[in-house]
């Protein structure tokens, strides 16, 4: 087992990492830029080292910043978070090169990932079902044109290099195609460098499913059931929970069973989650994050699985403590994220938190780096909270977060604790028949109202 890890990362999800190291024994070292200087991370970890000024891309991207803070502080391996470096194959390589360990997949398999062709490419061969569409890139509108006519619209066109809904554009009808292309390859040019695009069929009212998986790196794998993480706007998720309402034992077994044999085949090692959209009982492959998510909580829930000890463990070149037929739910569990921004329009609201209490009880937990008198910078993502919830059953779990929510004092910024509000007092919400288009037309209606 290491003796000290850096955590590469902010926030709860510093803070996350830094609670499952203390349990494991580990010493732990927060990174943290000047706007950061206070941040409960910062207070919580065994030593702390400042990084750069304000800017990500000045501080928690600096690489080499952060390999000389491993250096100055000695530590043996680095803990990623999510966002940020989490996914950056370089940044493993480098710390490779340094002789520092990487609290992750290897590079190979974080490229393979990354790039949405090779992947789908990837998951097709290991017998993952995937959306119809493209073989690999499209350069041209012409090419496009012929893809599209021949799997039928509507149709979707994706950046290779895409993330958080970027790069991302629908075409309904032929004569939406010509737009939808170019507008597709220009985001994506200026958000990643890349403007490569692939098509892929686009389905109507599919759900968002996402597996969780963990692998030992040496060819044995497992999966922890599914996420459904449906409700979401403009491609980012706000309410998440699991199991999913739409998924019955059998399936849940089937496509777990699919992708823990496809990354034990690969010989992955350490927390992914393989996600898709599901229509009509059939899945559809979308992407592999090879990372933590922010709602891995909901899994750990159910499964009373620590992700992030496990991550370390395997990391330090130690099993798993489980085998898949240890692996069983308990109950359900839901996570909502908290954001620091002012509806109806969702404007980020950085600022001094005057008041907090978080809610607790049975059932309740809540991930967090906030603390009264804590000043919200306006530089990095708007997350400031994760609320989590169980209960033996959906319904119980349901009525717990209504309770949670209504403990919760966050005074100082507005937050999206009223969205939350408004969702439970949906019939759809509350008896899980909602698809990813959901949301966003929930909001239209209340915004024509």
């Not at 220009?186 to 069929?201: M, Q």
Request: with cysteine; proline share 4%; charged share 25%.
């Amino acid at each position: 087992m290491f003796s000290k890890i850096l955590i590469a990362n902010r926030g709860e999800i510093a803070l996350r990492v830094i609670r499952a190291a203390k349990e494991l024994g580990v010493r732990t070292v927060a990174v943290h830029s000047t706007a950061d200087a206070d941040a409960m991370h910062v207070r919580m970890a065994d030593e702390s080292i400042c990084i750069g000024p304000p800017s990500g891309a000045q501080s928690y991207l600096n690489v080499p910043n952060i390999i000389a803070a491993c250096e100055i502080t000695g530590a043996e391996a680095v803990h990623p978070g999510y966002g940020f470096l989490s996914e950056n194959a370089n940044f493993v390589q480098v710390l490779e090169d340094h002789d520092i360990t990487f609290i992750g997949p290897s590079a190979e398999h974080i490229r393979m990932m990354g790039d949405k062709i090779t992947a789908k490419d990837t998951m097709k061969k290991l017998g993952v079902p995937c959306v119809p569409g493209s073989d690999g890139g499209v350069d041209t509108i012409a090419e496009a044109h012929k893809v599209a006519d021949e799997m039928g619209y509507p149709v979707i066109v994706k950046a290779t290099a895409g993330g958080g809904g970027r790069g991302m554009k629908l075409a309904k009808t032929k004569d939406d195609l010509d737009e939808a292309f170019s507008t597709a390859r220009s985001e994506s040019k200026a958000a990643f460098g890349n403007d490569e695009v692939y098509i892929e069929k686009y389905l109507t009212l599919p759900r968002h499913i996402e597996v969780q998986v963990f692998g030992d790196g040496r060819g044995r794998a497992v999966h922890l059931g599914e996420r459904d993480c449906s409700l979401q706007r403009r491609h980012q998720k706000v309410f998440e929970e699991a199991p999913g309402p739409s998924i019955d034992e059998k399936t849940r077994e089937k496509i777990g069973k699919v992708c823990a044999d496809a990354i034990a085949d690969i010989k992955y090692s350490g927390a992914g989650t393989i996600e898709f959209l599901y229509e009509n009982g059939e899945f559809y492959f979308i992407e592999m994050n090879t990372r933590l998510q922010v709602e891995h909580p909901v899994t750990e829930t159910i499964y009373g699985v620590d992700l992030v000890k496990q991550q370390i463990r395997v990391a330090a070149g130690e099993e798993m403590t489980f085998k898949q037929e240890e692996l069983s739910i308990k109950g359900h569990a839901i996570e909502v994220r908290i954001n620091a921004e002012k509806l109806p329009n969702f404007t980020p609201c950085p600022g001094k938190i005057t008041t907090f209490h978080a809610p607790g009880g049975l059932g309740v937990r809540m991930d967090s780096a906030l603390y009264a008198g804590y000043s919200i910078p306006p530089y990095y993502d708007s997350l400031i909270a994760k609320l989590i919830v169980s209960g033996i059953t959906r319904e119980a779990a349901l009525a717990r977060l209504r309770r949670a929510l209504g403990e919760l004092i966050v005074d100082g910024v507005d937050t999206t604790v009223p969205l939350f509000d408004a969702l439970l007092q949906e019939e759809d919400v509350l008896t899980g028949n909602y698809d990813i288009h959901w949301l966003e037309k929930w909001l239209e209606k209340q915004d024509s109202e």
